[in-house]
């Protein structure tokens, strides 16, 4: 073993420390994982990245990078913290370790952050993509000119703007990231110069971008395109990234895929790694042995892969892919029948299709009979929807606005069967061969209309025809299929159309994910996956196709569980045996009863507290019934979250680290009970009222309980009951983040304080922490801390 104590950043490493990356560097070199659950303070961030960059800089060991994978946005900027304190603290004869952040096209194009080009956000994908391809085409293999020449282009046209006196309200340089790029604001255009030539818009960026690769048939790869030295660099955030690529005038997001296989320390989202078309366009290269993967926040691995290996196509998509098969059917179907087709961007030219079909293997036929599968699929969804509103909400033709999100399972939710548009389909004569072509299908279909528009944009038959054969060649156990309807508005539907309404989705849940993350994990490695929440290790091992690895493939698993290290009379935690907060005790928001009284009354004592109280509830509906409760009956300034957007969320929190002591009341399963820092006095308390188990009615939970039932005997504690005491956690983690922070932590339910059939105490990590009280010593409980305090 090597020694890793030069990389580790401080100047002496905890216990936990000394133990966490000794075991994770042990286990990693025999193609293992380690399991960490370590409370704040731990020094999560630093075991893993220490133990990474240790075996990549091992010369016995295989491994190249260390890929970091995050959920949490406060978490990836501390990876790029513990790396800059790692570099600034390594041996003077020490490389720099480098590091790069990945982030989407839209936080790094030049142009979308200058607001210029005509690239915004909602373009910024599609108009990427066929300036890229118009720059390869120009510079190409046949092409009218170089990168070289094209980059010395736009410079000439920044040249003349600037020469001709005109500045428009960006200035004459297009200017990001505190640097100025040689290109104006404006896209600039190639122009062969003949009498009849028209103007073709290009990305100088990505032109420069070109110019730097070496050229084809050397030996030198993308990386020599990089604007920097990797061994002197050390962390390259996407700020600085942007910043070093407008200062060469090259492509960042071209950058940023050719640095990443040659960087030692990559930080991503987990969508880097188990989103399908990700990791097919992007990430691919990180994706085998010679790759240390951290799985942070582990404990939303489970639900973020699911939703990332789940699929689903609107009805507007289904809507536009029936319009483009039209448009490239029209030609030729017009030719036959003799008459003129519309022309224009409107249609293909009938040569242009043929010609295209003939380098495929899909035929004419085909494109006829995906567009009337489509097109009956559409009607059958329409069908479906105005049956299951006219059923469940008569009158909703006549008053559209009050209508719910809505889920119509297509089988029952508790018995595997094949589903409903299936047999559908079956029954109209679409067989086998109908869904999987779909696909060829409407990827030739988009190749024709990006030929003819000359334009590269994503086109919905493509993805319309992926959707569809996942459909057919997923099982009916592990996969559940309905009908998602979602509310929106659109003024320009029928006035008595539920397109006016909703927004409605055939969609493919995944409800077994651990298939997919174990497969992931065994491309790797090895690694570690580390939480403040993972406990009870055996199902998260399970869930996760840990324990596949390790019974299958031999490789070992490990697992370390480090508590809180903070001084112990800085916290009191209290497991209050109050009545159960089930819909049963508590009955509707509006009812009083004494269930309510008991929570009204424990949940105001905390909240008396001096400072800030955090107030966790099972739902957005149970937050407004107690922040109006407490409102009547606290001095404190209530503030309540509720279901919206980012913005709203950080003015929100904003408000409630300002000034003086307040009530925050929130949902457990929002976003302000984990993930966000409550260090120092921003928080004094934290009260989780009820455990939070998402709605067992919805068809979809239905299925995943059945899912699990089968794959791992309790469905109910490891799809449900174990993720909601995490969530549970995470919000009570809130409260002690350092040393010095002192709080009271409380877990309002009989079900965290006593053992019964649905006690969640064995889901809970068994170090005596919280002291079970009857709701009548609470307020005892609480003053007895406040006077220790004092």
């Not at 990876?79 to 096209?105: H, M, Y």
């Not at 048939?217 to 942007?242: H, N, Q, R």
């Not at 009979?369 to 909400?393: G, N, P, S």
């Not at 679409?430 to 003819?452: C, F, Q, S, T």
């Amino acid at each position: 073993m090597t020694d890793w104590r030069p990389i580790f950043g401080h100047a002496e490493p905890y216990d936990e420390q000394v133990d966490g990356i000794e075991t994770a560097a042990d286990a990693a070199r025999d193609g293992g994982y380690t399991v960490i659950e370590g409370a704040c303070g731990t020094g999560k961030t630093m075991i893993a990245l220490t133990a990474g960059i240790d075996l990549v800089r091992d010369p016995d060991t295989d491994y190249e990078r260390v890929f970091v994978l995050t959920s949490v946005k406060q978490q990836l900027r501390q990876f790029e913290a513990d790396l800059e304190t790692i570099n600034e603290n390594l041996p003077d004869d020490w490389d720099p370790v480098s590091g790069l952040t990945l982030v989407g096209k839209a936080d790094v194009c030049p142009y979308n952050r200058a607001n210029a080009g005509d690239i915004d956000d909602s373009n910024v994908y599609d108009r990427c993509e066929t300036l890229r391809d118009r720059t390869r085409d120009l510079t190409g293999e046949g092409g009218e000119t170089t990168a070289a020449a094209l980059t010395a282009n736009a410079r000439q046209q920044q040249t003349g703007l600037a020469d001709s006196g005109r500045s428009g309200s960006l200035g004459r340089f297009l200017e990001t990231a505190g640097e100025t790029a040689a290109y104006p604001p404006e896209m600039p255009t190639y122009s062969d110069g003949g009498p009849v030539s028209a103007e073709t818009e290009f990305c100088p960026f990505y032109a420069q971008y070109l110019d730097d690769l070496p050229d084809e048939g050397s030996d030198g790869d993308a990386s020599e395109a990089v604007p920097y030295d990797f061994t002197d660099a050390g962390m390259i955030t996407p700020e600085d990234l942007v910043a070093r690529s407008v200062r060469n005038g090259t492509c960042p997001h071209s950058v940023m895929g050719a640095a990443l296989a040659h960087t030692e320390v990559v930080i991503g989202n987990y969508y880097h790694a188990f989103d399908p078309r990700t990791t097919g366009s992007f990430t691919g290269a990180l994706l085998d042995d010679s790759t240390f993967v951290v799985c942070d926040e582990a404990h939303m691995l489970e639900p973020r892969v699911r939703d990332l290996v789940s699929d689903g196509v609107a009805d507007t998509t289904l809507r536009d892919a029936e319009t483009e098969l039209s448009r490239v059917i029209q030609p030729i179907k017009f030719e036959r029948e003799g008459r003129q087709a519309t022309g224009g961007s409107q249609t293909a030219d009938a040569d242009l299709v043929r010609a295209e079909l003939q380098d495929s293997d899909v035929t004419y036929d085909e494109l006829n009979r995906t567009l009337e599968f489509i097109r009956d699929l559409r009607e059958e969804l329409d069908r479906r929807v105005t049956a299951h509103l006219d059923r469940k909400h008569r009158g909703w033709r006549s008053d559209l606005t009050d209508l719910p999100d809505e889920e119509i399972p297509l089988r029952d939710p508790g018995e595997p069967a094949e589903d409903e548009l299936s047999e559908w389909a079956r029954e109209a004569g679409y067989g086998d061969a109908d869904w999987v072509r779909v696909e060829a299908v409407g990827a030739v279909a988009a190749r024709i209309l990006n030929e003819a528009e000359d334009e590269d944009r994503t086109r919905a038959a493509p993805g319309v025809g992926r959707v569809l054969g996942e459909w057919y060649r997923c099982g009916h156990t592990e996969y559940f299929r309905e009908i998602e309807l979602e509310r929106t508005w659109n003024d320009t539907e029928p006035a008595d159309s539920w397109r006016r309404a909703y927004t409605a989705r055939i969609a493919l849940h995944n409800c077994v994910p651990s298939d997919a993350i174990g497969d992931r994990l065994a491309a790797f490695g090895g690694g570690i996956l580390m939480s403040a929440t993972l406990e009870p290790m055996d199902a998260f091992t399970e869930v996760t196709g840990l324990q596949y690895l390790a019974r299958e493939e031999d490789r070992p698993v490990v697992e370390r569980r480090y508590g809180l290290h903070f001084p112990e009379e800085n916290r009191e935690s209290f497991a209050v045996a109050a009545p159960k907060f089930t819909y049963d005790n508590r009955g509707r928001t509006g009812d009083e009863n004494p269930t309510r009284t008991h929570y009204a009354d424990a949940i105001t004592q905390v909240g008396r507290l001096p400072g800030n109280v955090l107030v966790g509830m099972p739902s957005y509906a149970e937050a407004e019934w107690i922040a109006d409760v407490l409102k009547d009956r606290l001095e404190k300034p209530v503030l309540r979250d509720a279901s919206s957007d980012d913005e709203a969320t950080e003015s929100l929190k904003s408000e409630f680290f300002a000034g003086e002591g307040k009530v925050l009341v929130t949902s457990l399963r929002g976003t302000l009970t984990e993930g966000v820092d409550y260090s120092g006095d921003r928080l004094s308390a934290a009260v989780v009222c009820g455990v939070p188990i998402v709605n067992t009615s919805s068809p979809r939970t239905k299925a995943v309980r059945r899912a699990y039932d089968d794959a791992f005997e309790d469905g109910f504690t490891y799809a449900l009951t174990i993720p909601a005491v995490r969530k549970a956690r995470q919000a009570i983690g809130r409260v002690i983040r350092s040393p010095e922070d002192t709080g009271v932590r409380v877990l309002l339910d009989e079900r965290y304080a006593r053992d019964s059939w649905d006690s969640v105490v064995p889901f809970l990590p068994d170090d005596d922490e919280f002291q079970t009280v009857s709701p009548d010593m609470l307020e005892f409980g609480l003053d007895r801390f406040q006077s220790k305090l004092s």
